[in-house]
């Protein structure tokens, strides 16, 4: 039987959540059906590894520097060439931008979009371009429901036949036993009775996931208290500012800075509450691997989150930047331990129904079949 071909183009394939669905496709998606080749600018750490071994082809082709920077377009075409790919799709806007403009040049017979982001800060040329970008394409997937409703259909005004929404998944996380929890906790000075609020993400610019918030946040709620610890895992440019920032605040002997760490699952277990505060969030992947490990959460009611996130069901919505309110929730968790772990339960339920690694690649499956017919 005659394979179908996918060719994925995206930006960096390194440690995101991009990335990392990508590698559940490649890992997943059905190999006897269909083959699958991933184009990239650049590639680093580990997941395009993974994906290598998984029998399919990493190509790192350099940075685009513009939507028209043609030298890198004639790569990809190159590549459709040797490949003749039944499918193009283009994620992330420089991949978004690589599969319309390539795959309709090279009359791909399907160019799919998906929109990964919130783009709450892109320039009307950039919005004028991404409209342009999904005229060329059959389907234009936006990974949560705030993305489709709310920029897809409310701000490009593409149709719901174009415009479709597939929610990003996480995979099922593994089971940690009491033996590495306890070496987890004396590495980090967790005792069993801390409360652990826990937060996860790549520290970049502060202006995104505003980690800054929660940590002052923290600070507020922490006053006279002794067993309570904030457990931040992740690492970037800003990670320097966020220690300097806890030292002014005094509560360096209360905040754990974990780095980046591959294996979340452990450091999830660690976590009596998961606290995601961003400015803007297209899904938030780090909110269904916190809730698949039965946490209850305080979000941001921005973007994709606040359709995750049931408020006052799973967890709490709060306005972005409102240190008092995200505060005032870590209290009520503090609380009532009883609730929230009904609330963790439930979130732990809402994401195994929805936002699993295995619900994602059979909804994309079900879409190249689809297209292909």
């Known amino acids: 039987m005659k394979k179908t071909k996918i060719l994925h183009i995206q930006e960096t394939i390194g440690s995101g959540g991009v990335e990392r669905l990508r590698l559940s496709l490649a890992k997943h998606l059905d190999k006897n059906f269909f083959d699958q080749k991933f184009v990239c600018t650049s ?25 028209f920077h043609w030298e890198q377009h004639i790569k990809v075409q190159k590549i459709i060439d040797e490949y003749k790919p039944d499918i193009i799709h283009g994620a992330v806007f420089e991949g978004v931008t690589m599969a319309a403009i390539n795959g309709w040049l090279k009359k791909v017979p399907v160019i799919i979009l ?59 996380p593994r089971s940690i036993s009491e033996d590495e929890l306890n070496v987890a906790r004396m590495q980090y000075g967790i005792s069993e009775s801390d409360f652990v609020i826990g937060s996860m993400g790549r520290m970049l610019q502060d202006s995104h996931k505003r980690f800054s918030d929660l940590i002052k946040s923290f600070a507020v709620f922490a006053e006279n208290k002794i067993n309570v610890k904030l457990l931040l895992v992740g690492d970037g440019p800003e ?82 930047r409102n240190v008092n309110s995200i505060s005032e929730k870590l209290v009520w968790f503090f609380s009532n331990s009883e609730l929230a772990r009904e609330m963790g339960e439930k979130g732990k339920l809402r994401a195994l129904q929805n936002f699993t690694e295995d619900t994602y690649v059979k909804k994309i499956e079900e879409l190249y079949k689809t297209q292909i017919e």
């Open 43 to 67: 590639a680093a750490e580990k997941i395009p590894d993974e994906i290598r071994a998984e029998g399919f082809e990493v190509i790192p082709i350099g940075v685009l520097k513009s939507p």
């Open 114 to 172: 998906e929109e990964t982001s919130d783009p709450q800060n892109r320039s009307w040329k950039g919005d004028i371009l991404m409209k342009l970008f999904s005229r060329l394409a059959n389907k234009v997937i936006g990974v949560s429901e705030g993305v489709t409703e709310e920029y897809l259909k409310g701000k490009l005004n593409l149709s719901s036949s174009k415009a479709i929404t597939i929610n990003n998944g996480v995979a099922i």
């Open 239 to 320: 990670l320097e500012g966020y220690r300097k920032l806890v030292n002014s605040l005094g509560i360096k002997e209360k905040v754990i800075f974990a780095g980046y760490q591959s294996d979340v699952a452990l450091h999830y277990q660690l976590m009596n509450v998961f606290a995601l505060v961003s400015e803007r969030e297209a899904f938030g992947l780090v909110l269904a691997e916190a809730m698949l490990n039965g946490l209850p959460i305080v979000a941001t009611k921005v973007g994709g989150m606040k359709y995750i996130v049931e408020d006052q069901v799973t967890g709490f919505l709060v306005e972005p």
